[in-house]
């Protein structure tokens, strides 16, 4: 696709933009990938730096030496050991911990926006869109602001929206947006999107015919295209916990999406039962091995729900203390579309999977009205926002078809979040 739009003369070079993000889970960097490669699929007239903050923040990998892992290490290896209980709390100190260094964070990253100069700065994470605000506003005044949830929604306080910056918020929820506005951002500073960043690759696959394709594909995994497939899928660094549902399920034929987590992927290769099983380990074509399934179960993650959605599964997902504080309101929005089952505890998992599958085409069809093109949408959001920023006071900067920098666009926002 190819992008052609008339519009002022933002300048003679080309622009920049800076899609900010970091490796804690995986998610944010998968967005910043994904954009990234829309962009350039558009042939828009950008360039696109890719910035990992920690680098940016401790470029002489001090963290690293000090203790021999990176940062986001911890946070991913207990995400794959399933030790999720407590990272509530864990929240809080981090939060704490970056307001105390605040002003460090913000002058560091005051010499990056001078080194690098973009024409637009765009954060895919949470919990430093303060500093990031600060030290963008005061270096370069001018340069747009941009977040971008890469959650359903926002765990406030200081997660996502900062109150009282002069900033861009997207939202892929009419909830978020509700959240945006109750913290004081003006519908003209909020864009909805339809969802959350996905790759485009799950775009192209939804969109490809099966048919014997996936019979052959099934059959070469040693499954019965015939039967029902479950997907169990834990995020990019998968979880243990995979090993107690794979023996609860023994009599349903499986997927198992291990992640990098080799320990995993070797214990579920060696796990003994009645129905046949798929251990996959990493792979980028998780897009690919979900055409071959008819249900996911796994953990209420953004990107794990949005993936499973729009290759049109059901998912089955929990609900309880264990469950990552940001990610609660991902469980109550598949409840509320209808869309798969909430468990309280994946012990219910069995009689679930049970009556998931008795229902399934009734959840298959409201699977198929979601239409989540967000990753398409954003770029003209972006656009929209360097225009605006290009265009002298007072100066119309058009109808773009997403920024809200426009009455008439807020208007049809201020729509769709008072009609869902």
Same mark, same amino acid.
């Given at each position: 696709?190819?992008?052609?739009?008339?519009?002022?003369?933002?300048?003679?070079?080309?622009?920049?933009?800076?899609? %900010?993000?970091?490796?804690?889970?995986?998610?944010?960097?998968?967005?910043?990938?994904? !954009?990234?490669?829309?962009?350039?699929?558009?042939?828009?007239?950008?360039?696109?730096?890719?910035?990992?903050?920690?680098?940016?923040?401790?470029?002489?990998?001090?963290?690293?030496?000090?203790?021999?892992?990176?940062?986001?290490?911890?946070?991913?290896?207990?995400?794959?050991?399933?030790?999720?209980?407590?990272?509530?709390?864990?929240?809080?100190?981090?939060?704490?911990?970056?307001?105390?260094?605040?002003?460090?964070?913000?002058?560091?990253?005051?010499?990056?926006?001078?080194?690098?100069?973009?024409?637009?700065?765009?954060?895919?994470?949470?919990?430093?869109?303060?500093?990031?605000?600060?030290?963008?506003?005061?270096?370069?005044?001018?340069?747009?602001?941009?977040?971008?949830?890469?959650d359903m929604a926002d765990h406030p306080p200081h997660f996502w929206i900062?109150?009282?910056?002069?900033?861009?918020?997207?939202?892929?929820?009419?909830?978020? %947006?509700?959240?945006?506005?109750?913290?004081?951002?003006?519908?003209?500073?909020?864009?909805?999107?339809t969802g959350m960043i996905l790759r485009p690759s799950f775009y192209e696959?939804?969109?490809?015919?099966?048919?014997?394709?996936?019979?052959?594909?099934?059959?070469?995994?040693?499954?019965?295209?015939?039967?029902?497939?479950?997907?169990?899928?834990?995020?990019?660094?998968?979880?243990?916990?995979?090993?107690?549902?794979?023996?609860?399920?023994?009599?349903?034929?499986?997927?198992?999406?291990?992640?990098?987590?080799?320990?995993?992927?070797?214990?579920?290769?060696?796990?003994?039962?009645?129905?046949?099983?798929?251990?996959?380990?990493?792979?980028?074509?998780?897009?690919?091995?979900?055409?071959?399934?008819?249900?996911?179960?796994?953990?209420?993650?953004?990107?794990?729900?949005?993936?499973?959605?729009?290759?049109?599964?059901?998912?089955?997902?929990?609900?309880?203390?264990?469950?990552?504080?940001?990610?609660?309101?991902?469980?109550?929005?598949?409840?509320?579309?209808?869309?798969?089952?909430?468990?309280?505890?994946?012990?219910?998992?069995?009689?679930?999977?049970?009556?998931?599958?008795?229902?399934?085409?009734?959840?298959?069809?409201?699977?198929?009205?979601?239409?989540?093109?967000?990753?398409?949408?954003?770029?003209?959001?972006?656009?929209?926002?360097?225009?605006?920023?290009?265009?002298?006071?007072?100066?119309?900067?058009?109808?773009?078809?997403?920024?809200?920098?426009?009455?008439?666009?807020?208007?049809?926002?201020?729509?769709?979040?008072?009609? !869902?």
């Amino acid at each position: 696709m190819q992008w052609t739009r008339p519009s002022l003369n933002m300048s003679r070079r080309m622009k920049t933009i800076t899609l %900010v993000y970091f490796n804690a889970g995986g998610g944010h960097r998968a967005a910043a990938l994904a !954009l990234d490669e829309v962009i350039r699929q558009q042939e828009r007239p950008w360039q696109v730096r890719l910035v990992n903050l920690t680098e940016v923040l401790d470029p002489k990998n001090s963290f690293r030496k000090l203790t021999g892992l990176a940062p986001e290490d911890l946070y991913n290896k207990r995400l794959a050991r399933g030790w999720t209980l407590g990272l509530a709390q864990e929240l809080k100190l981090l939060q704490a911990m970056i307001r105390l260094s605040h002003a460090t964070l913000v002058r560091k990253l005051q010499q990056h926006w001078l080194q690098t100069e973009p024409d637009l700065v765009v954060s895919l994470i949470p919990n430093f869109n303060r500093a990031l605000y600060e030290s963008v506003n005061s270096t370069l005044p001018g340069v747009p602001f941009v977040t971008v949830l890469t959650d359903m929604a926002d765990h406030p306080p200081h997660f996502w929206i900062e109150p009282g910056q002069r900033q861009h918020l997207v939202c892929g929820t009419v909830h978020a %947006v509700h959240q945006a506005r109750a913290a004081g951002y003006a519908l003209e500073n909020i864009s909805l999107t339809t969802g959350m960043i996905l790759r485009p690759s799950f775009y192209e696959h939804r969109d490809r015919p099966q048919g014997i394709d996936r019979v052959n594909a099934c059959h070469a995994l040693g499954l019965d295209p015939e039967r029902p497939i479950g997907m169990v899928m834990f995020g990019g660094q998968g979880s243990m916990q995979m090993v107690s549902m794979a023996r609860a399920l023994g009599d349903v034929q499986l997927i198992l999406m291990c992640g990098h987590n080799q320990v995993l992927t070797d214990k579920l290769k060696k796990l003994k039962r009645a129905a046949p099983s798929a251990v996959v380990g990493f792979t980028s074509d998780v897009a690919g091995y979900m055409g071959l399934a008819d249900f996911c179960v796994g953990k209420p993650g953004p990107g794990s729900i949005s993936e499973a959605l729009h290759m049109g599964l059901p998912i089955i997902t929990c609900k309880n203390t264990s469950t990552m504080p940001q990610e609660r309101y991902n469980a109550d929005w598949v409840a509320q579309q209808g869309v798969g089952l909430v468990l309280s505890s994946m012990r219910e998992l069995p009689e679930a999977v049970g009556r998931l599958l008795a229902n399934l085409p009734q959840y298959q069809d409201r699977v198929r009205q979601l239409d989540n093109r967000a990753v398409y949408e954003l770029p003209e959001i972006l656009a929209d926002l360097m225009l605006a920023a290009a265009a002298p006071t007072g100066t119309p900067t058009g109808t773009g078809s997403s920024a809200l920098g426009e009455t008439a666009t807020a208007e049809r926002t201020a729509g769709k979040a008072s009609a !869902l």
